[in-house]
């Protein structure tokens, strides 16, 4: 079955630093692969969406990889904010627009 | 624009027990998604309808039914509550044309406790 494994413990980091959080997925091919952004109490927030023929894609701060050798993708943050503190889901896609998500990883971003 | 609504927020529920979680998205969307959230389980998809008139299962359909009413609503129906299924439910639309546009929009969830 599908698995996809984002790093349970939580990530903590100082401002200003570079937080890399990572997705590992198997058992399946997804033409795309998104990452989301949610608050706790709130709903998830798309972030950046990366698909199969592309190794890199950036948004402003933010930088996602996706090599389908490893089956992994890189969720980069540079120069961390504390407002960046949130939980990050990791979405490859499956079938039919259909994504199946991470249980994600929780950022902290310290002073 | 709204975006998508979701109603109830809050709901506690006892054991047998049915109601219907409804959602509403204003942004002509095609394909609209039903997910719970449990601690430590992700988000997992319950039902989804990839356009208007159709409805398919997820991962975890079971105790669930649905419907699209419109292009513009998806409900999701508990027929006899379950603490199992206590849970947060997420709704989420894309516009999904085929062409891109695969990013997934939600609502703020609606909280329920079956006791």
């Known amino acids: 079955s599908q698995k996809i494994e984002q790093n349970s413990e939580a990530l903590n980091i100082q401002e200003g630093k570079t937080a890399t959080l990572t997705c590992n997925y198997t058992n399946y091919s997804p033409a795309y692969l998104q990452w989301y952004r949610q608050d706790p109490g709130r709903g998830p927030v798309f972030l950046l969406l990366i698909r199969e023929n592309e190794k890199e894609k950036r948004k402003e701060r933010l930088k996602v990889t996706f090599d389908t050798t490893l089956k992994q993708s890189l969720f980069h943050i540079t120069a961390s904010q504390p407002a960046d503190s949130a939980t990050y889901l990791c979405?490859?896609?499956?079938?039919?627009?259909?994504?199946?998500f991470g249980t994600g990883t929780q950022l902290k971003v310290e002073l | 624009n709204a975006g998508v609504t979701q109603t109830p927020k809050f709901q506690v529920l006892k054991t047998g027990q049915s109601m219907t979680l409804q959602c509403a998205q204003d942004?002509?969307?095609?394909?609209m998604y039903w997910y719970r959230q449990d601690p430590g389980m992700g988000l997992r998809l319950i039902y989804y309808?990839?356009?208007?008139?159709?409805?398919d299962k997820g991962e975890v359909p079971n105790g669930y039914n649905v419907s699209r009413l419109n292009k513009r609503e998806f409900s999701l129906r508990l027929e006899s509550a379950a603490p199992s299924q206590t849970s947060v439910y997420f709704c989420?639309?894309?516009?999904?044309?085929?062409?891109?546009?695969?990013?997934?929009?939600f609502g703020p969830g609606t909280r329920l406790t079956v006791t």
């Open positions: 989420a639309s894309i516009k999904g044309t085929g062409q891109g546009d695969y990013e997934q929009y």
């Open positions: 309808s990839a356009s208007e008139g159709t409805t």
């Open positions: 942004m002509n969307h095609n394909s």
């Open positions: 979405a490859p896609a499956g079938g039919g627009n259909k994504l199946t």
